[in-house]
Nanobody
Framework: QLQACGGGLVQAGGSLRLSCAAS????????MGWLRQAPGKEREFVAA???????YYADSVKGRFTISRDNAKNIVYLQMISLNSEDTAVYYC??????????????????WGKGTLVTVSS
């Protein structure tokens, strides 16, 4: 089970940190991802961190977002800075066992949490 939180309303240029708490599995064996879905758009990959701590980012967030995980607490974080209106979306955390070639694909993730809404006002 995945539970995401930390969304909210923020001004452009601001920052937020999303958290996703996992339960019911061997957390450190899973790759964890953040994907987002903006109104009228398809869900898209944002960032992922595999059990090896290898990190992956969408080009649109590289340098602004940082994904991390705390295996002792079974939590994955998404630190977001320099937010802009295009970052407005529902953010979902997800778990799976993606490989390098699939880590950016929605189908690589088998477990999903309910989303948390991030709204960036300009």
């Amino acid at each position: 089970q995945l539970q995401a939180c930390g969304g909210g309303l923020v001004q452009a240029g601001g920052s937020l940190r999303l958290s996703c708490a996992a339960s019911g599995g061997s957390f450190n064996s899973y790759g964890m991802g953040w994907l987002r879905q903006a109104p009228g758009k398809e869900r898209e990959f944002v960032a992922a961190i595999r059990g090896t701590n290898t990190r992956y980012y969408a080009d649109s967030v590289k340098g602004r977002f940082t994904i991390s995980r705390d295996n002792a607490k079974n939590i994955v974080y998404l630190q977001m800075i320099s937010l802009n209106s295009e970052d407005t979306a529902v953010y979902y955390c997800a778990a799976g066992r993606p490989i390098t070639s699939t880590v950016r694909q929605r189908d690589a993730y088998h477990y999903w949490g309910k989303g948390t809404l991030v709204t960036v006002s300009s």
